[in-house]
């Protein structure tokens, strides 16, 4: 053997097609990465899903006992990025729709996700195929459009003065006959 190791056949190592050269040895550990990544995102959504079903088992056994209100309606598409509004929020009524922007702690949260220097930063997708679903959701959602629809009708007869009159008039003639309705009431008694 002779110096620089490697026997007789270190010559192909130079070669681009032998599988002892660094690009291919570098290929290989890139591709192992991204298959333990690949691994990794596949654990995470399986827990997740076993926790959605758990949870769904929960909600079906607490619904079956009468303790929680079951409504059927299409979760699924508020669910993940189009979860807009928490839990609380709808029982509150507390509605940050017409309030102007303010940065809060998920957004915060994001943001070091989009550098991916947070755990589940993996499964930040930030191609824009998602952000073209993201929006075609948005403008596709049937309760944004019934929303906004309800606004203009608002805002077209709150600029009425016309109707905003005739809308007074009859709050007061309703006002008066629950007013007469309840003197009556007395008077019987």
Sequence with gaps: MG????????????????????????????????AENE????????????????QEEMMGV????GIVQRTERLEFMYRGVMATKQPEVVQTGDDTMNQPFQMKEDDKKLKKMETKQAPGALFLDDTPKSMNEQWARL??????????????????????PVKMAQIKKEVEELRAKKKAKKEAKRGQE
């Design 62 to 65: 607490a619904s079956s006992a």
């Design 3 to 34: 110096k620089g190791g490697g026997g007789g056949l270190a010559f192909l190592n130079k070669k681009s097609w032998h599988t002892g050269g660094f690009k291919q040895i570098e290929e290989v550990w890139k591709r192992e990465a991204q």
């Design 139 to 160: 403008n596709n959602d049937p309760m944004l459009m019934i929303k906004q629809m309800e606004m203009e009708r608002l805002k077209h007869v709150k600029n009425n």
């Design 39 to 54: 691994k990794k995102k596949i654990e995470e959504l399986t827990k997740q899903i076993d926790e959605e079903r758990k």
